[in-house]
């Protein structure tokens, strides 16, 4: 951008608003990196690994033991592990998923990560081929 056909006033004014959007994003992009972080942490601290042997009767989260008819766990939509009643969140009054199906949709909210995939379905990237014409049949 070429300041340089702006008066001084103006010149101070846009690089004043560069600057704070600058800082801004540093601030935005700094809050994305911690939720990311927290994610991860959650992430490592309950899962079922491949790597580990687990019974169908514990929780994919906790790994406490599940009951035969109490506290027997729940499928999580999100990730289809059971989990006990400790490790859900609610969602709305009738859906919940598990705490790190949870904490990931908050970091896909917060960091408006959801919008770009939304965009992304509604509008896909230019393959840079031309849309084929929508043609109607004739009627005689």
């Known amino acids: 951008m070429d300041l340089g056909v702006l008066k001084t006033l103006e010149r101070e004014k846009v690089l004043e608003v560069l600057q704070r959007d600058k800082l801004l994003r540093s601030t ?3 809050r994305i990196r911690r939720l990311k972080t927290e994610l991860q942490e959650i992430r490592r601290k309950g899962a079922k690994s491949f790597a580990r042997q687990y019974s169908e009767r514990t929780c994919a989260r906790c790994q406490r033991p599940l009951g035969m008819f109490w506290n027997s766990g729940a499928v999580c ?3 289809s592990h059971r989990v006990c009643k400790k490790c859900r969140v ?4 009738l859906d919940w998923k598990c705490t790190v199906c949870h904490a990931y949709r908050e970091v896909k909210i917060r960091s408006g990560e959801w919008f770009l995939e939304e965009r992304d379905k509604k509008f896909p990237p230019d393959t840079g081929l031309f849309p084929l014409p929508l043609t109607f049949p004739i009627l005689s």
């Open 77 to 79: 939509r999100g990730c």
């Open 90 to 93: 609610g969602v709305s009054a």
């Open 28 to 30: 935005d992009d700094d």
